[in-house]
């Protein structure tokens, strides 16, 4: 839809637009190919020639995807293809490279619908193919003077949607895990305590609720940029790489705290499902350890920084401008060193203030939202120019950088950190007032500017290059001022993990925060027996109740009352129905044939035929009758 707003004929919009909002035409774009993965836009395998037919100029195509998202329901496709124009047809109108063309379902030699079948999941992705595909200049995206164009049409529109359908994927995952998981933490017992009361438990779901909680907040900022009619490429990378690797860890802390329940599929499992396809979010639109070690940092480090982009731009004037692209580059020269300059001083600055105000902050600071924001907002600010003085060293590395694929991946660490830092603190600013999202914002706060810290001191251990000693002396003076190596940001502590457990576990408006988006979550939609998700919510709370009436009988060495005998039992009836798992009398098509038996059973009945003695009573008869 993007790409044709910006790029396209008056024609093509006018018949593809009304039909893709209104959802007559469903769209994909067919990119990938068996040899050009992370490396897409090669787009080896992928071409068209341009020829003339009757005297027509058009493009005979041939190509082969693969791992197309909707491709099996699409009834348009977007197909990029490498053009050649050996014969010079095009005449300057356009030109060579990547393109892209415009192709529906019936297109004749095009075929689409072969599916996947990506880890089980509902997930719409297959193939698209075709050989010696006649495309007239009519379908090619924005006309014939578009040919060529394809890579600024890629970079510019297509980027940013990664940063929106993903992530989301990640802040359901969170959703759900916190309100259904954190529920099921309070409602199975094991010693007769709720399992919400272990400290392992408490420490895997404190850490999935902070991870959610960050997911929450990027998703809500990085829509709202969009919304704002903003493409930040970068962003969008950070946001895919960083929530959907969240959203996995989310995922596998439900799964050790559900455990049995989450490992038996059936509609009481709610976890198991998300846990196989997981790692689709992790793979497409950019696999995560290609985004993470290569794209954040290597569009980001020239795409952000003030003068780098003009010196680029002077390197690439024509000769006959030399004389003023020397000039522009002296220029943008000296107010790069004088950044880098700044830089190292504002970290300095910054790292000693920060390192100061941290220390004589109490415990509970957190608890003053007012203290809460000014605090993390100095700690972003500190890791901000750390941040931006490593990036200045790495431009020491010249062309080599993109080969050092391990410094860029701390990098993006500590960028996706640092971001998804402001990303919490805004959303605490437009959610404040909510019960116990004080100490969740805390929790999610000192996670993150550890996990920024950590990624900088290993970069400055292993800094690479020639220069690479200097780099790191450069960044430990820089980063950690009052010691060169000393860290000053630690984990959270135990006791703030057990208040974000417990506001989890619990009746609380960080709960009923979460799930405000969710399916049954409130009395007008909820239907018992539905949905598990929405009875473990609804039994929450009587749980909790029934637990406090048992814990006083027990102080107050006492029977209950009619009416607390009377809550002990509907939470008993209800913990008993909801830690139940789901069970099958077979599990494929031969098994439930009439006559079945499995092979292994067959096999123990044929050896067991052959012996006297054929079963236990059996040997106990014969043993009994020689001992008379």
């Not at 009757?54 to 491709?71: C, E, P, S």
């Not at 954040?296 to 004389?323: F, S, V």
């Not at 959610?431 to 996990?451: F, K, S």
């Amino acid at each position: 839809g993007e790409l044709l707003v910006r790029y396209g004929t008056q024609e093509q919009k006018e018949y593809f637009l009304p039909r893709l909002a209104d959802g007559t035409l469903i769209p994909c774009f067919g990119l990938t190919g068996p040899h050009s993965g992370s490396d897409a836009t090669s787009l080896i395998g992928s071409y068209g020639v341009v020829e003339e037919r009757d005297g027509v100029v058009g493009v005979r195509a041939t190509f082969k995807k693969r791992y197309i998202t909707l491709a099996p329901v699409a009834g348009v496709v977007g197909i990029g293809l490498n053009l050649q124009d050996p014969n010079g047809l095009l005449k300057g109108n356009g030109g060579e490279g990547f393109t892209v063309a415009l192709l529906e379902r019936h297109h004749e030699g095009l075929r689409m619908g072969p599916r996947h079948k990506p880890l089980n999941a509902a997930f719409m992705n297959g193939t698209v193919e075709g050989e010696d595909v006649w495309i007239p200049m009519s379908h090619i995206l924005g006309g014939q003077e578009r040919c060529g164009f394809g890579w600024h049409m890629f970079v510019e529109c297509l980027a940013e949607g990664r940063g929106v359908s993903l992530p989301a994927g990640a802040a359901g995952s969170a959703r759900g895990v916190v309100t259904a998981v954190g529920a099921y933490a309070r409602v199975r017992k094991q010693f007769k305590v709720p399992i919400a009361e272990f400290g392992g438990i408490q420490e895997a779901l404190a850490d999935a609720g902070s991870d959610g909680l960050i997911c929450l907040a990027g998703t809500d900022l990085m829509n709202a940029i969009i919304d704002n009619h903003e493409a930040p490429m970068v962003i969008s990378s950070v946001m895919k790489q960083n929530c959907t690797e969240r959203g996995r860890r989310i995922i596998e802390r439900a799964m050790d705290v559900a455990a049995g329940s989450a490992i038996c599929l059936g509609d009481k499992n709610l976890v198991g499902n998300p846990y196989m396809s997981m790692p689709i979010g992790i793979t497409v639109e950019g696999a995560n350890i290609m985004t993470r070690s290569f794209q954040i940092i290597g569009q980001g480090l020239t795409r952000c920084h003030p003068h780098m982009i003009d010196i680029i731009n002077a390197l690439q004037m024509p000769k006959e401008q030399e004389a003023e692209a020397t000039k522009i580059f002296v220029k943008q020269f000296y107010n790069v060193l004088g950044h880098g300059v700044s830089n190292f001083g504002r970290s300095i600055s910054r790292g000693i203030s920060s390192s100061i105000s941290t220390k004589t902050r109490s415990k509970t600071a957190y608890k003053d939202g007012d203290k809460l924001l000014a605090y993390h907002e100095a700690q972003l600010l500190r890791l901000s120019a750390n941040f931006a003085m490593t990036a200045d060293l790495c431009f020491t590395l010249g062309g080599r950088l993109k080969f050092e694929e391990l410094l860029m991946g701390r990098l993006a660490d500590a960028l996706g950190a640092i971001f998804l830092g402001y990303s919490t603190l805004h959303h605490y600013t437009r959610r404040r007032g909510v019960e116990g999202l004080e100490a969740i914002t805390e929790h999610a706060m000192q996670r993150l500017e550890y996990e920024a810290q950590e990624a900088l001191k290993v970069a400055s251990d292993n800094f690479p290059g020639q220069l690479g000693p200097i780099a790191a002396a450069t960044m430990k003076v820089g980063c950690f001022p009052l010691g060169g190596v000393t860290r000053h940001y630690k984990p959270p502590s135990d006791e703030l993990t057990k208040e974000v457990s417990r506001l989890i576990t619990t009746p609380s408006g960080l709960r009923d925060m979460f799930a405000e988006t969710l399916y049954g979550s409130d009395e007008a939609t909820y239907k018992q027996g539905e949905y598990q998700g929405s009875d473990l919510a609804y039994a929450l709370p009587i749980c909790v109740e029934a637990d406090k009436i048992a814990s006083t009988l027990r102080r107050e060495k006492r029977e209950p009352t009619q009416a607390e005998a009377d809550k002990i039992a509907e939470a008993d009836a209800l913990r008993d129905i909801l830690i139940q798992v789901d069970v099958f009398p077979y599990l494929t098509p031969e098994e439930g044939s009439e006559g079945y038996v499995r092979p292994a059973i067959l096999g123990t009945e044929e050896r067991l035929a052959n012996l006297e003695q054929k079963t236990f009573d059996d040997v106990l008869e014969a043993t009994t009758a020689k001992t008379a």
